[in-house]
């Protein structure tokens, strides 16, 4: 398949062997002495600039032909084969970002043709941080006797709302910890208020872990928490709390979450009832590679099934003010080689979506090739990333001038209530 070249971004080669480092600069602005190796015929001909990540995390990225494997699985993917999981071990094993990054960016031009990219204004807010998960990883979350432990009253809320819809937002993602004593009538109560102020706006609310939790605290099935929250409002459920689906990394990192089992017959039961709602994976911890790789299998699999997710969002673990402080941040080089592998191995989902909100803004738009067509959203509001300490802030200009720059256009995704 030919792929229209877009000479315009800034992060693409249009000859062969031409690097678009500028001035010696780092995409981020950081100057550097290294170099990029020639881009080989064939292969890699005509590969995009990327920039060169030295930091200790990082190799440098050599512009070389992949091994003899690895390339027979991106070219087996590029064929419309279906990857195995033994493949996607093997990509993420692989060395060669340039050659999965070229790939990735072959699929998702044939998803979504034309070169428009996406992006969303929304806001992300937090209903409580009262929480007894007591999650390894979470910086944000409070026992319910912290003196900092808040539950959103109905006057801030609306007034986020409000700010939401003057920044010409239409979605509100509602998230909050598990909070030990709230009844389930103040969900209701909250979400039926929500709607009869604001009825335009959607709700993307209650990951599967809360739901999970709900049926087990208040004695309802998950389908009777689902049915019951969709009354009062709910339109789509977000894809929070997957973490990684395998319940060794649960165990380690959340034990008093729900199961890998639980997360997936959420979504399950929430795609049965004609509900609609996406999957994410925070990685770059604990985890194997191919425990990574079978929390892919495992939303591939669902989608199989159900056809219900919407998008797959990934994005790396942030170990600011946790107790997993001392892991150290995953980079840009792992960031981009998980988004591309996800694009190759998750052929049935209609969205990747590049984080920008862990990896800022620079990096989430070279991410649009990698294998992602959507940028996110804006996130008016933020509140759990930046409680571990990482802080990108961005505003529509700026998001729009990002995809430009990759080379793309722009274009807002608009949302309806259900």
Not at 37 to 55: A, R
Not at 127 to 154: H, L, M, Q
Request: glycine share 10%; charged share 25%.
């Amino acid at each position: 398949m030919q792929i229209p070249e877009r000479k315009n971004s800034k992060y693409f080669r249009s000859q062969p062997g031409e690097s678009r480092i500028k001035n010696g600069s780092h995409f981020d602005g950081r100057n550097t002495q290294g170099k990029i190796s020639p881009s080989h015929e064939g292969w890699n001909s005509g590969f995009f600039g990327m920039p060169v990540f030295f930091q200790a995390e990082h190799a440098k990225i050599v512009f070389s032909l992949p091994a003899k494997n690895d390339k027979m699985i991106l070219e087996k993917t590029l064929a419309g084969q279906r990857l195995s999981v033994e493949d996607a071990l093997r990509l993420l094993e692989s060395d060669d970002l340039a050659a999965l990054g070229r790939a990735a960016d072959q699929m998702c031009e044939r998803q979504h043709p034309g070169g428009v990219r996406t992006y969303h204004i929304e806001r992300n807010i937090n209903y409580t941080n009262g929480c007894i998960s007591g999650c390894e990883f979470c910086a944000f979350c409070r026992s319910e006797t912290d003196p900092d432990t808040y539950v959103i009253d109905r006057e801030t809320l609306f007034r986020k709302i409000e700010e939401t819809l003057a920044l010409d937002g239409d979605r509100i993602l509602l998230q909050g910890g598990l909070h030990p004593s709230l009844p389930f009538s103040w969900y209701e109560e909250m979400l039926r208020s929500i709607k009869e102020r604001f009825p335009s706006i959607v709700v993307h609310g209650f990951s599967p872990t809360e739901i999970a939790f709900f049926a087990d605290r208040f004695a309802m099935s998950d389908e009777e928490v689902l049915l019951r929250l969709r009354e009062a409002g709910l339109d789509s459920l977000p894809g929070g709390g997957a973490e990684i689906l395998v319940d060794r990394v649960r165990q380690q990192l959340s034990p008093k979450k729900a199961s890998a089992d639980r997360w997936i017959d959420v979504c399950r039961t929430w795609h049965r009832l004609g509900g609609r709602g996406s999957a994410t994976m925070m990685f770059g911890h604990v985890e194997t590679l191919a425990e990574r790789v079978e929390h892919l299998r495992r939303i591939r699999e669902l989608q199989d099934e159900t056809g219900g997710l919407t998008a797959f969002i990934p994005w790396t673990f942030q170990p600011g003010n946790t107790r997993l402080g001392h892991l150290p941040k995953a980079g840009a080089w792992d960031y981009l080689k998980t988004l591309a592998v996800g694009r190759l191995f998750l052929d049935n989902f209609p969205s990747v979506q590049s984080s920008w909100v862990t990896q800022g803004l620079r990096i989430g738009s070279l991410g649009l090739h990698f294998g992602a067509n959507d940028l996110g959203s804006i996130m008016i509001e933020e509140n759990v990333v930046a409680a571990a300490g990482t802080v990108f802030r961005t505003n529509e200009q700026e998001i729009r001038a990002a995809i430009a720059a990759a080379g793309y256009t722009p274009q807002r995704r608009r949302l309806r209530a259900q």
